[in-house]
């Protein structure tokens, strides 16, 4: 079976998620250093030369340091190392998860990007066999957005693995032969052009 995500993608993932960890770690060491920096220096000022005249600027200084670094920090664990952190814990419950193995003949594609968990997806529609009787035969399997859309025909058989009703690996078991009508068509278009060509 064809696996959505290699091995060297996961890897990738998880070594992604560590640098935008430690990058943020290294900000706030450098963020720490500036405050306890200008600290000492006004203490020093204060303490041994009874001067105070650099006190306001320099609250002034943490005070922009501050707001700038719990700015950052406020949209970077938002927005770009939740969706990482998303995405890492969606590709370790695949290898660890309960998975679903079924089989569905592929009816298309639904591009309305949805999200789940913290992670975006489209989605492939299926024919399946119902779970239950008088149940619905068409599932929407989730596909992660950046994987590119498998160029299947419609009606194509597929054997799938999911899990959450994530695609996690498929096969193909059978596509669909050409329209007979068609090629019967095109061949009676060839003897008429050739019955034409005698004639004359």
């Given amino acids: 079976m064809t696996n959505i995500f290699s091995e ?12 935008l960890f430690w990058s943020w770690f290294a900000l706030l060491i450098v963020y720490l250093g500036i405050v306890a920096t200008l600290v000492s220096v006004d203490m020093f000022l204060v303490a041994v030369h009874r001067n105070r005249s650099h006190t306001f600027w320099m609250g002034v200084v943490c005070a922009i340091a501050t707001v700038g670094f719990a700015s950052f920090s406020l949209f970077f664990f938002a927005i770009k190392y939740r969706l990482t952190r998303k995405y890492v814990r969606m590709l370790r419950d695949m290898d660890r998860g309960l998975k679903d ?61 999911s899990h959450a009703n994530i695609l996690v690996s498929y096969e193909i078991l059978e ?26």
Avoid at 8 to 19: C, D, G, L, M
């Fill in 8 to 19: 060297k993608e996961k890897a990738s993932a998880y070594r992604e998620k560590k640098i």
């Fill in 101 to 161: 193995t079924f089989e569905g003949k592929f009816l298309g594609y639904d591009n309305s990007i949805g999200m789940k968990d913290g992670v975006y997806f489209y989605s492939m529609i299926l024919k399946t066999r119902p779970l239950r009787r008088d149940d619905i035969d068409e599932r929407k399997l989730l596909i992660e957005h950046t994987v590119p859309k498998l160029e299947l025909a419609e009606g194509t058989r597929l054997k799938l693995v």
């Fill in 175 to 200: 596509v669909p032969e050409q329209n007979d009508k068609t090629e019967d068509a095109t061949q009676s278009v060839a003897e008429n052009n050739e019955n034409g060509e005698t004639k004359e």
